[in-house]
């Protein structure tokens, strides 16, 4: 069980362009999501908390007018990255928190995103 | 804020033990995490410790001391497929909830 799930898992887009990656609790509720960027030999940086029917809260230097987080449902939350830049290149993971079990601050990882931009 | 501290790489040989430190500081510590990441895969949850002293499982254990902003990954018994990243993660309660930050990783290099 708890099972996370993310597509694409590799993308390459032009600069300019906007890029959306979802992600999915596929075998239980998530009331919440988390979207992190890791660079590469860097660990996660967490860059959002994004709960089911409200706002996602951003981390201090992430632009949420760039980073668009839309949690729409309790098994979806997705991340698009408005006009992408080759420094937005990076390994976006999300990962979920399971409302009925597991531990109260446990999160299951998805397999992560791999951007690169052109 | 949160300050997380463990070395950036290590080596150990195969069937050897090795331990991977981690401190930290933090405010509305909730709990610690260890994580192994392969190159390009996500985390995957290795142990969890919330109470002071040793979590055994399997070939994998590790400590926390809460006053001492402690903790270590034990790994007995290594293998070669443990050559990978470990990442001490520690939770903490904020007014947003929950929130896992994380340490920069360690490196273990195992060699035969």
């Known amino acids: 069980g708890a099972v996370v799930s993310q597509h694409p898992s590799r993308v390459i887009c032009k600069s300019g362009t906007s890029v959306k990656i979802e992600c999915r609790s596929l075998d239980f509720q998530a009331t919440t999501m988390f979207w992190y960027r890791q660079f590469p030999k860097q660990s996660l940086m967490l860059m959002a908390t994004?709960?089911?029917?409200?706002?996602?809260?951003?981390e201090q230097g992430v632009e949420k007018d760039k980073f668009l987080i839309n949690h729409a449902s309790l098994t979806l939350s997705t991340l698009t990255v408005t006009s992408a830049h080759p420094e937005d290149s990076s390994f976006y993971i999300c990962s979920a928190r399971d409302r009925g079990h597991g531990l109260d601050n446990e999160q299951f990882f998805g397999p992560g995103t791999r951007l690169t931009v052109l | 804020g949160q300050n997380i501290d463990q070395p950036t790489e290590m080596t150990a040989t195969e069937g050897a033990i090795v331990q991977i430190n981690c401190t930290y500081q933090t405010s509305g510590f909730n709990g610690l995490f260890w994580y192994q990441q392969h190159a390009g895969e996500a985390p995957t949850f290795l142990s969890y410790?919330?109470?002071?002293g040793l979590e055994e499982k399997g070939r994998f254990s590790s400590f926390l001391s809460r006053s001492k902003g402690y903790s270590y990954l034990l790994l007995k018994e290594l293998q070669m497929k443990d050559s990978a990243s470990y990442l001490c993660a520690v939770s903490s309660l904020t007014g947003g909830g929950n929130k896992l930050t994380f340490g920069t990783g360690t490196q273990l290099k195992v060699e035969l």
């Open positions: 994004s709960n089911e029917g409200s706002k996602a809260t951003y």
């Open positions: 410790n919330v109470l002071d």
